[in-house]
């Protein structure tokens, strides 16, 4: 009986392919291969394409656990946010995952649900699997986490929220100056009968409170709100837009909670004959991409997700590193005026 190969073309279960292997044929050191997987910022351009592309030919796998065994480092980190339904959080986490990759860190994400409780949760199954870093999104979290962060020491950046209560690192904007800016600038174009449609998001109920507040000091003193416990879609902005009408209100203006409510509640005028802008303006939050291309395009508050995304990478990279950096970083928002108001 002929003896088996020692070495093949790495598709044996007896005999996978190894670091040494990949080397050899791509013809360069151990250390190369090493740094285009794992680091490949360290690495130029064309040998890293070039090594990259033996391992995918030769099928080669990584041994991820020993490296982190050996280096203390998982080169892993994961993003924690409410959905993965809502675009607006997409783009941002794309942002970081692409920024991410480019230094050889894989990302993780786990959608919450909007709930600290939830969040909680996942955080414990994710603490597991030894993550290099963290990305939260918001500042509203459980004693519980913010105790067991502080006591593992990780680096900890919180997305989308700018709080006094910093776990370790912020990256995002103020909700209540959204609020007041909202109000301040519709106000000065004359709308008096408001009426705020959306989720039950903490963050949006935040830019919320701030706008009646803001409106209160205006001499505006009634502000109807139409708020549900459910994730953010065109269904709500309808039926918030419906209920409103049903009620026997006629608001001004409508500020939602995201731009996919707005976008309901455009369509909800559009079902009863009500004329966008000239008898009812409706604002969004977030500046998806169809929302420029409704009929009539639609207003919104504007925070540059991908912007943001960046900035958090950026951010929890240095935090890696070593560096120390701004503890908070303000990315700002801007209100976009289009055909809706």
């Keep these: 009986m002929a003896r088996k190969s020692g070495r093949n073309d790495g598709n044996s279960a007896e005999s996978p392919v190894t670091i040494k292997d990949v080397a050899l044929k791509a013809g360069v050191s151990v250390m190369t291969v090493s740094r285009a997987i794992k680091r490949p910022e360290l690495v130029n351009e064309v040998t890293r394409e070039h090594v990259l592309e ?99 020491g990780i680096p900890v950046v919180e997305a989308w929220d700018l709080s006094d209560d910093l776990l370790d690192t912020q990256v995002g904007f103020s909700h209540e100056k959204v609020g007041v800016a909202v109000a301040d600038h519709f106000h000065a174009k004359g709308y008096r009968r408001w009426a705020v449609v959306g989720i039950d998001d903490p963050r949006a109920m935040r830019r919320c409170r701030s706008l009646i507040s803001r409106l209160h000091e205006l001499n505006i003193g009634d502000v109807h709100q139409e708020i549900f416990a459910t994730e953010a879609t065109w269904e709500v902005g309808r039926a918030g837009l419906a209920k409103l009408l049903n009620d026997g209100m006629h608001p001004e203006i409508v500020f939602c909670s995201s731009d996919t409510v707005a976008l309901g509640v455009l369509a909800e005028a559009a079902s009863h004959g009500i004329s966008v802008p000239d008898d009812l303006a409706v604002l969004g939050f977030g500046n998806i991409t169809n929302g420029q291309f409704a009929y009539p395009a639609l207003s919104t508050v504007s925070v540059n997700a991908q912007e943001m995304g960046y900035q958090v990478a950026e951010a929890l990279l240095r935090r890696l590193d070593g560096v120390k950096g701004d503890n908070q970083i303000d990315t700002g928002f801007e209100i976009i005026e289009r055909g809706s108001t």
């Design 54 to 152: 033996i391992v995918r030919s030769m099928g080669y796998v990584p041994n991820i656990m020993a490296g982190a065994l050996a280096t203390r480092k998982s080169r892993l980190v994961s993003i924690l946010l409410p959905t993965i339904a809502n675009s607006i959080y997409s783009i941002a986490v794309q942002s970081i995952i692409n920024r991410l990759s480019a230094f050889g860190y894989q990302s993780l994400v786990g959608p919450t649900g909007y709930s600290p409780e939830n969040e909680e949760i996942l955080l414990d199954a994710i603490l597991g699997r030894r993550p290099d870093g963290i990305v939260l999104t918001g500042t509203l979290h459980t004693a519980q986490i913010r105790s067991r962060l502080a006591s593992i």
